[in-house]
């Protein structure tokens, strides 16, 4: 995941998140939209603009921060590793003893 977050900032890859919007509509429709009254078609204008401009960026924010949270996580955990065993290293290297 850190690879792949360097790559888009060395604009090597670019890294897109979609989500079929079809059933996100529908979703969101099935949860705001209760009758089938007048109000209904400009609830469900609203809910399709307000997806686009503002849920979907949000959502892939979101799952930015996650994974990059994640990266850094790892990134921690390798560098803690690595510097565990330089520190349990002998500080001479490895002694050879001659017979």
């Known amino acids: 995941m850190l690879a792949m977050r360097r790559g888009e900032k060395e604009d090597f890859l670019i890294i897109d998140i979609s989500v079929d919007e079809e059933s996100a509509h529908s979703i969101l ?18 809910i399709e603009e307000g997806y686009k401009r503002l849920l979907q960026p949000s959502i892939e924010a979101e799952i930015r921060l996650f ?32 017979d």
């Open 67 to 98: 994974t990059k949270g994640l990266a850094d996580t790892k990134a921690i955990q390798v560098f803690a590793d690595n510097l565990r065993e330089l520190l349990l290293a002998p500080p001479m290297g490895q002694k050879i003893f001659w």
């Open 29 to 46: 429709i099935k949860h705001f939209i209760k009758s089938r009254g007048e109000c209904a078609e400009q609830i469900k204008l609203a």
